[in-house]
């Protein structure tokens, strides 16, 4: 696997993700494991990914069992997805407290500027599909997870200095969700 520099805008979005993290955290599409270096020393961390990762597995089928992690965190992976509802479904199994998903955010700056100057609205070719709260939402709850926080995280346009605040405009939307009683 080809190794890279996390970028500092990527590092925020780890370190954001880690705020909402405790005990035992599945990371999802790991990747290089950016998030691993954002936590406490004291979570147990399991990186999964199907081209790496601590351990070698697809999203929509997950090697664990039933509410093995407290905590599954899905950063930038559900827009790559062909079955993305699939994915949440086993983030729900194998989770016993919390989801955390990161995905690009519907009403970024750079996409409504995008959209402005007439140019394609997707960034990345290779994203399948797009999110915004709702939609997170509705799938967290047909998970059985009730989302308990949303938010769109840093403020970019680009070819200017990303601002790290929240903002309805951010570059990323964030879904903390938590297991119904």
């Known amino acids: ?14 370190r954001k993700v880690a705020q909402f993290c405790f005990g035992s955290v599945l990371d999802m599409g790991c990747g290089q494991q950016g998030l691993r270096n954002a936590l406490s020393p004291s979570i147990n961390y399991v990186g999964c990914d199907i081209d790496g990762g601590m351990v070698r597995g697809s999203a929509i089928s997950l090697p664990f069992l ?7 965190v899905l950063c930038e992976i559900l827009e790559h997805l062909d079955a993305p509802g699939q994915a949440i479904r ?5 989770a016993k407290n919390r989801i955390i998903i ?6 970024s ?21 797009s999110y915004n709260a709702f939609n997170l939402r ?3 709850a047909r998970s059985n997870f009730v989302t308990q926080k949303e ?13 790290p605040i929240q ?15």
């Not at 696997?1 to 780890?14: A, E, H, K, N």
């Not at 086993?90 to 194998?94: C, D, F, I, L, S």
């Not at 700056?109 to 599909?129: F, K, N, Q, S, T």
């Not at 903002?167 to 879904?175: E, H, T, V």
């Open 167 to 181: 903002s309805r405009f951010g570059y990323w939307q964030f879904s903390i969700a938590d297991r119904r009683n």
């Open 90 to 94: 086993e983030a729900a199994r194998v």
């Open 138 to 140: 509705s799938m967290l």
């Open 66 to 72: 039933d509410r093995t992690f407290d905590i599954v």
């Open 1 to 14: 696997m080809l190794q890279r520099t996390i970028s500092r805008i990527d590092l925020w979005r780890y």
């Open 109 to 129: 700056l750079v996409r409504l500027a995008r959209l402005a100057l007439g140019r394609d609205v997707e960034i990345d070719d290779e994203h399948i599909v």
């Open 102 to 107: 990161s995905v690009p955010n519907d009403y």
């Open 151 to 163: 938010f769109s995280f840093p403020l970019r346009l680009q070819l200017l200095p990303e601002i």
